[in-house]
């Protein structure tokens, strides 16, 4: 990036349900600072700093005495947000990634488009409804909220595995690696990568 000023998005979003305080810095070197008050969430948040680059802060409270599920979508809004204020109209970056992410028995592809058009597609059931409290139908809640926030066609599948936990880390940590292809700013290119002219 030589001299170029990073790009950072800041999100602040306060709710009935949550108070969140988000920020993330693109061209990082995975620094975290992660408390969401989801124990496992913060892990999972942690990986995706560290194993994309980014530098991520997250200040978290919601109403986890109900359940998890508040909290976990509105950082999906927020962190989908902060990617789409830090890469701004998305002029010269790669735009699209993949990952192949495997965990021990678990292998992991993510796929994502910086389109500007929202989509998921999430293919990664597990076999256990809980892991320690958390809920794991809530990382697709999470995937869905990030995706629909960032704007990005982001494809997730699980092409095989059978630990919970390690199918749920290896779609955070290639969603990470996916995403730092793909913001990935090439020299070369001016404007935005599209036949349009515009995403």
Do not use: W
Not at 36 to 55: A, E, I, K, Q, Y
Not at 189 to 198: I, N, Q, Y
């Amino acid at each position: 990036m030589g001299g170029e000023k990073k790009r950072q998005g800041s999100i602040q979003r306060k709710t009935r349900e949550t108070d969140i305080d988000l920020s993330l810095v693109i061209d990082g070197s995975g620094t975290t600072e992660i408390e969401c008050g989801v124990p496992f969430l913060n892990h999972m948040l942690t990986l995706l700093g560290v194993h994309g680059f980014f530098d991520l802060t997250v200040n978290a409270s919601g109403d986890t005495d109900v359940d998890d599920h508040h909290t976990v979508e509105d950082l999906g809004i927020c962190l989908g947000q902060a990617f789409s204020e830090a890469l701004g109209d998305k002029s010269g970056i790669a735009r699209y990634g993949c990952s192949y992410l495997p965990m021990d028995e678990t292998l992991v592809r993510v796929v994502v488009d910086i389109s500007n058009r929202p989509y998921i597609h999430y293919n990664a059931p597990v076999p256990d409804q809980k892991l320690g409290t958390f809920d794991t139908a809530l990382a697709q809640e999470f995937m869905r909220a990030f995706a629909q926030h960032a704007g990005v066609t982001l494809h997730i599948d699980l092409i095989h595995g059978t630990n919970s936990h390690h199918i749920i880390e290896a779609v955070f940590k290639a969603l990470a690696r996916a995403m730092s292809q793909a913001t990935i700013k090439l020299d070369t290119l001016t404007g935005s990568l599209s036949s349009k002219g515009v995403l």
